[in-house]
């Protein structure tokens, strides 16, 4: 499985969920839109780990820069 997503991706996902789990934390989202967005935010989580958005491959997508060989 390639990486198709750069490093401005992965951290853009990463404070979005940061931003989603503190939300949820302190009480501002609750009931069914604090648990599809807290599933969404697992999902950008995993995804910034791994560096592969199903998604991407999908929508023929990829943010990380290709290295060009010389």
Request: charged share 15%; with cysteine; glycine share 8%.
């Amino acid at each position: 499985m390639k990486t198709n997503m750069g490093n401005s991706d992965r951290l853009i996902r990463l404070m979005v969920m940061v931003v989603i789990v503190v939300l949820y934390w302190l009480g501002y989202l609750t009931g069914v839109w604090a648990m599809v967005l807290l599933i969404v935010a697992g999902i950008f989580f995993l995804t910034s780990l791994v560096g592969y958005c199903p998604l991407y491959t999908l929508l023929r997508i990829q943010t990380n820069r290709k290295k060009v060989k010389s």
